[in-house]
């Protein structure tokens, strides 16, 4: 919540900073990179939405819950990425491609773009030392973290102002080219350039969130280190046998739905049975905190054979 927030505030600032920047210039390397943060503001707006209904209690028609508004949230948020900033972007250079014309009072440009990196170092910064307090945690590097977690807010702010910060160096990049009057058009070029390549930037940025977060939305399982974990807690019972299947699926970055079917011991009752689902259960949990909802199909060993095991289905 707290990067969401400071990413906010600071997209916000600079959007208004580089649109001004943008109708006091020409440019189209700015005026790229106005739709840039105004889309990063607007997505920062849909993130929030995601972190505020994802809480809401099951209902008879969400009996799993709204864990996954904060996948569709984010979902949107790559979209709006594409659809708004790389497209305008792209079209933005074009047009000044073919009709250049060079930007002019270019000190305007200078400090929005110097103020604009300093704001978005700082949102970046406190995004990663979140990302770090959590992979911490986790028992993992940040990178690792990174890799294997399963929220998407924190991700899209770290790769929206990692964008953030590489398209600011190219519309720099391409005032100053522009301003020593380098290459054709009086240098006008390199400002159509600049605002073809931060489409692109953000383009790339959108393709990667939406992948990530459309493999949520379809029913992503737990990472294999929490899978290995919960299937051990299962297997430490003395009542249980082996797991013949277990399945897995995120509901939120930190509530796992889990569906297991094991084999038990030929020669427990009834009341064994029971009292060893609830013993498993509670081993479940305390292997792996982030499981929610379990699901446990159990069988007596000898009812069940190795033709059982759908092995695609394992994890």
């Not at 990196?117 to 030392?129: K, M, P, T």
């Not at 940040?142 to 910060?165: M, N």
Request: proline content about 4%.
């Amino acid at each position: 919540m707290l990067a969401v927030l400071g990413a906010l505030f600071a997209n916000g600032i600079i959007t208004l900073l580089k649109f001004v920047a943008a109708l006091v210039t020409g440019s189209a390397g700015m005026m790229a990179e106005s739709l840039h943060s105004f889309a990063d503001t607007t997505n920062q707006v849909f993130l929030l939405l995601g972190l505020r209904f994802y809480k809401r209690p099951a209902s008879e028609k969400h009996p799993f819950g709204y864990g996954k508004e904060r996948f569709f949230w984010s979902f949107i948020a790559a979209i709006f990425i594409f659809g708004v900033g790389a497209t305008y972007a792209i079209y933005e250079g074009v047009v000044k491609l073919s009709h250049p014309h060079p930007p002019e009072n270019l000190k305007w440009a200078y400090w929005v773009l110097a103020i604009s990196f300093v704001l978005e170092a700082g949102s970046i910064a406190l995004a990663i030392y979140q990302e770090v307090k959590e992979a911490h945690h986790e028992g993992l590097t940040f990178f690792a973290y990174l890799r294997e977690s399963k929220d998407p807010t924190a991700k899209t702010v770290i790769f929206e102002d990692s964008a953030a910060l590489l398209g600011i160096v190219i519309a720099g990049v391409g005032v100053y080219l522009t301003d020593h009057h380098t290459g054709p058009g009086d240098g006008a070029y390199w400002d159509g350039l600049a605002s073809i390549l931060i489409g692109l930037v953000l383009a790339v940025v959108a393709f990667v969130l939406a992948r990530s977060s459309r493999g949520l939305l379809l029913g992503e399982a737990a990472n294999p280190k929490n899978v290995s974990a919960i299937k051990q807690a299962i297997e430490s019972h003395p009542n249980v046998v082996k797991v013949v299947e277990l399945l897995t699926m995120h509901l939120a970055p930190k509530q796992i739905l889990i569906n297991a079917h094991v084999n038990l011991r030929d020669d427990l009752v009834t009341g064994d049975i029971v009292q060893t689902i609830e013993e498993v259960e509670d081993l479940i949990k305390r292997a792996e905190p982030k499981v929610e909802m379990v699901f446990l199909e159990t069988a007596r060993q000898s009812q069940s054979s190795e033709l059982d095991v759908v092995p695609e289905h394992i994890g």
